[in-house]
């Protein structure tokens, strides 16, 4: 079947960084997304790895091992406002999204 | 960027009664509309996939004639809960593709049932 894996809450200090990992079997592979989604709002787009490696954008870096079906999204210099789900979803042969539960990050001062 | 508009943002309806969500893409032609729905403290559920001009796929323990989905034009979608109750209450979020290209969420409907 088909499968997405990401830890339901994490907490860090503001100004700190925290890694959200995320695991994933699935039919084929297109592709992998990280959004970020506040209570009762739409996810907002983060990122998308298709490549093995890291992507860095601003604070936010999304790092592939697509031979370990396996991504992180890596947030620096953490906010308040950071406090957020974050959902991993992969892409499937059929270009289906497959999500996982979401992340809740609790950012403290 | 590529503009998703979700309305209405949020619904109160009374238990029985229908309610219609809109979902247009407004500098785009979305070929494809995806309709999802997330229940508190879960992960989004895919719940339907339409293409312009016919009729909606929809996944595995969706009720069709409960969520009906119209897709009639390459700018609008609707989602329309029939006889909703209080145990639909949920959060709607649909999600427009255009040919080869990534797709874009509308900003989501919070349902609330009475």
């Known amino acids: 079947g088909q499968n997405i894996d990401q830890p339901t809450e994490m907490t860090a200090t503001e100004g700190a960084i925290v890694q959200i990992n995320c695991t994933y079997q699935?039919?084929?592979?297109?592709?992998l997304f990280w959004y970020q989604q506040h209570a009762g709002e739409a996810p907002t787009f983060l990122s998308y790895?298709?490549l093995d490696g890291l992507e860095e954008k601003g604070r936010f870096s999304s790092f592939l091992s697509r031979s370990k079906g396996y991504s992180y999204l890596l947030l620096k210099e953490l906010q308040m406002k950071d406090s957020a789900s974050y959902l991993c979803?992969?892409?499937?042969?059929?270009?289906?999204?497959?999500w996982g539960a979401g992340t809740k990050l609790i950012i403290k001062p | 960027g590529a503009v998703v508009s979700q309305h209405p943002s949020w619904v109160i309806c009374k238990s029985g009664t229908s309610v219609k969500i809109e979902c247009r893409s407004l500098d785009f032609q979305a070929t494809t509309m995806f309709w999802y729905r997330q229940f508190p403290k879960q992960s989004l559920m895919l719940m339907a996939t339409s293409n312009e001009g016919s009729k909606a796929t929809y996944e595995q323990g969706v009720e069709k004639d409960k969520f009906l989905i119209n897709h009639a034009s390459l700018t609008l979608s609707t989602l329309t809960v029939t006889s909703a109750h209080p145990e639909d209450s949920s959060f709607s979020i649909c999600r427009a593709k255009r040919r080869d290209t990534e797709a874009f969420f509308g900003q989501g409907t919070r349902l609330t049932v009475v």
């Open positions: 699935t039919s084929g592979f297109n592709g």
């Open positions: 790895n298709v």
């Open positions: 979803a992969a892409l499937d042969s059929n270009y289906q999204l497959i």
